[in-house]
């Protein structure tokens, strides 16, 4: 039965081997060149105002990036189901479902569209 797992473990391995030696590689290669502004933090183009915990900042930026990410996820549902609309297997409860999918969606965008998180200026 190991047997059978052996290749996957293989290429388990190599890929791990890989990726540690870039990590390793990249290390030697890389200019190591600290300094004030370098390593201070930074977020979204705007200077930090205060402490992290404290402190005023905008998530906007974050809140598109959650959108993009949930319609983006969207998408990867909605293609599959699409080339199978063609074919005469697909049930009435499968297009039901998607449609309750798609539904769902649409009110997820009207209320961020409704609470402004789709306003890009400000």
Same mark, same amino acid.
């Given at each position: 039965?190991?047997?059978?797992?052996?290749?996957?473990?293989?290429?388990? &391995?190599? +890929?791990?081997?890989?990726?540690?030696?870039? $990590?390793?590689? =990249? =290390?030697?290669?890389?200019?190591?060149?600290?300094? #004030?502004?370098?390593?201070?933090?930074?977020?979204?183009?705007?200077?930090?105002?205060?402490?992290?915990?404290? #402190?005023?900042?905008?998530?906007?930026?974050? +809140?598109?990036?959650?959108?993009?990410? $949930?319609?983006? +996820?969207?998408?990867?549902?909605?293609?599959?189901?699409? +080339?199978?609309?063609?074919?005469?297997?697909? =049930?009435?409860?499968?297009?039901?479902?998607?449609? $309750?999918?798609?539904?769902?969606? &649409?009110? #997820?965008?009207?209320?961020?569209?409704?609470?402004?998180?789709?306003?890009?200026?400000?």
């Amino acid at each position: 039965m190991f047997l059978t797992y052996l290749p996957v473990l293989m290429m388990l &391995a190599v +890929v791990g081997a890989m990726g540690a030696a870039a $990590v390793i590689f =990249s =290390s030697f290669l890389r200019p190591n060149n600290p300094y #004030g502004t370098k390593l201070s933090p930074w977020e979204c183009g705007m200077e930090p105002i205060g402490d992290a915990s404290t #402190g005023h900042f905008r998530v906007h930026f974050f +809140v598109i990036a959650i959108l993009f990410i $949930v319609f983006d +996820v969207e998408t990867l549902y909605l293609f599959p189901w699409a +080339v199978l609309l063609t074919d005469e297997s697909i =049930s009435l409860l499968i297009f039901i479902e998607m449609f $309750v999918f798609i539904v769902v969606l &649409a009110i #997820g965008l009207i209320y961020a569209w409704g609470k402004g998180a789709l306003d890009w200026v400000k």
